[in-house]
């Protein structure tokens, strides 16, 4: 069965981004940045990767599943498939574009459930922090980027709303001199 992988960056006070909903206070430098692009590369945005002149090695994620706000960063400035490489899904009650080539759904929990039973690499979900909190309890894989920052205040890693208690075991903890350290979870349910 497939894994849901919440791989995102987070401030060492657990935000994913400051009130406003930027996150340029993450490090965009430092020696964990060659892991992140090797790594991690399906995660990157396409046209990121292309503009890093490379293609998605596509053997770690196949599909994306993100929050409306998350996608809106991108759609904003006209990019309509920020993970063109990648199965895109959209989580919101109310929006849609005309980009057939996205998928929006209003039930990201059952849509997350059918991605599970089907063949394929793991699912990213992207973001943001009130649709991870929703899909907790079927989150099996936390990848944080834990940067060291604190930014006070934001969007929590997993947003409002009714979380509830959810065990993971900690399987893999790498730090870098940048400061950043990459600490993966994996649930215990």
């Known amino acids: 069965m497939r894994e849901l992988v919440y791989y995102v960056a987070v401030s060492i006070d657990g935000y994913i981004a400051a009130p406003d909903g930027s996150f340029n206070s993450f490090p965009l430098e430092g020696d964990h940045m060659q892991t992140i692009l090797t790594e991690y590369a399906d995660a990157l945005p396409?046209?990121?990767?292309?503009?890093?002149?490379t293609d998605?090695?596509?053997?770690?994620f196949d599909t994306v599943i993100q929050g409306w706000n998350t996608y809106a960063v991108a759609h904003s400035v006209g990019i309509n498939r920020p993970y063109a490489h990648l199965r895109e899904f959209v989580a919101t009650r109310t929006r849609t574009t005309?980009?057939?080539a996205v998928s929006f759904t209003r039930d990201a929990l059952a849509t997350v459930q059918e991605l599970?039973?089907?063949?394929g690499l793991s699912i990213y979900l992207c973001g943001g922090g009130d649709l991870a909190?929703?899909?907790?309890p079927e989150i099996d894989r936390l990848i944080l980027k834990r940067n060291p920052v604190a930014l006070g205040a934001g969007i929590s890693l997993f947003g409002g709303g009714d979380v509830r208690p959810t065990s993971f075991r900690l399987v893999n903890v790498r730090s870098f001199s940048s400061?950043?350290?990459?600490?993966?979870y994996e649930s215990a349910h």
């Not at 396409?46 to 002149?53: I, P, Q, R």
């Not at 998605?56 to 770690?60: G, I, Q, T």
């Not at 400061?179 to 993966?184: A, D, N, R, S, T």
């Open 46 to 53: 396409s046209h990121v990767l292309d503009s890093l002149g």
């Open 133 to 136: 909190g929703h899909l907790l």
């Open 179 to 184: 400061g950043v350290v990459i600490e993966e």
């Open 98 to 100: 005309n980009d057939q």
């Open 56 to 60: 998605a090695p596509r053997s770690r």
């Open 116 to 119: 599970k039973q089907e063949e």
